[in-house]
């Protein structure tokens, strides 16, 4: 799953506890946080201390994996329309075949 922000990753987490049946309280006491800071953190809160972030990953049996991001796949069609020829030749509303 790919998080691209705090509020991504505090819903993910929000709906792995929720998935786990577990009150904010009882992740809470499991992670060793206050269920306020919690709540932050699920929210959304940007400035959420990371070291507390990784307890309630761990409490909640989860693991973060970063990797490069994969390239884009090409869309051929934009690519030959960028290069000024249209459709490609054969196709409908192509050059001559």
Do not use: C
Request: charged share 25%.
């Amino acid at each position: 799953m790919r998080l691209s922000n705090a509020t991504d990753l505090g819903v993910h987490l929000r709906d792995r506890r929720r998935a786990s049946a577990m009150t904010q309280a009882q992740l809470a006491v499991r992670a060793g946080v206050s269920r306020r800071w919690l709540s932050d953190l699920e929210a959304g809160k940007p400035t959420a201390e990371i070291g507390l972030v990784f307890k309630v990953v761990a409490a909640l049996g989860l693991f973060l994996d970063a990797r490069p991001e994969p390239e884009p796949e090409l869309d051929l069609d934009a690519y030959l329309d960028s290069l000024g020829g249209g459709s490609a030749p054969g196709s409908p509303g192509g050059g001559p075949t």
